[in-house]
């Protein structure tokens, strides 16, 4: 009886706090509309492809012919040396993707959201050529996935705070 009473005063306080569920209404939702609208011009180079992809994967791109928004975005992807080992070789990598974007609303032009996104990951230098160039790609493709998440979170806030 105690715990019954116990959740419902704590059901009544999440109520009255104010928090919403930012996807209700599943595909038809606000927000889920309103990312289908997004258009994401193709990206320079290997990472933009990669970033691309994972954005309309993330959008769920409804394939308007003229759609509501479009999200400018532009890469910066570092692969840099660490660890310097006794033998003056290179032990160690880390490689950074930053992207900074722009979601603009195609009616009027206006800028609804200017940020940026990155991630970075560390990578081991190991004798084999091949696999340190396989594990820097491996770590592209997981960043390019972390940032995309990261702009399609912050667009989803960006769309449900405009309507």
Do not use: F, H, K
């Not at 930053?98 to 940020?115: H, K, N, P």
Request: hydrophobic residues 45%; glycine residues 10%.
């Amino acid at each position: 009886m105690i715990r019954a009473a116990a959740l419902a005063a704590a059901l009544v306080a999440l109520s009255a706090c104010g928090l919403q569920p930012m996807y209700a209404g599943g595909s038809s939702g606000e927000v889920a509309r309103g990312l289908a609208a997004v258009e994401v011009p193709p990206i320079e180079g290997r990472a933009g492809w990669l970033v691309r992809n994972a954005l309309q994967d993330r959008l769920g791109a409804a394939g308007e012919e003229s759609p509501r928004y479009r999200l400018d975005v532009r890469l910066d992807d570092r692969l840099e040396g660490l660890g310097v080992l006794s033998d003056d070789t290179i032990g160690r990598e880390r490689r950074t993707l930053r992207a900074r974007y722009q979601l603009v609303d195609t009616v009027d032009g206006s800028i609804l959201l200017d940020a940026t996104a990155g991630s970075d990951a560390g990578i081991d230098v190991v004798s084999s050529e091949y696999a340190t160039i396989a594990a820097e790609q491996t770590a592209l493709e997981n960043l390019a996935l972390e940032v995309a998440e990261r702009i399609v979170t912050q667009l989803s806030l960006t769309l449900r705070e405009d309507r």
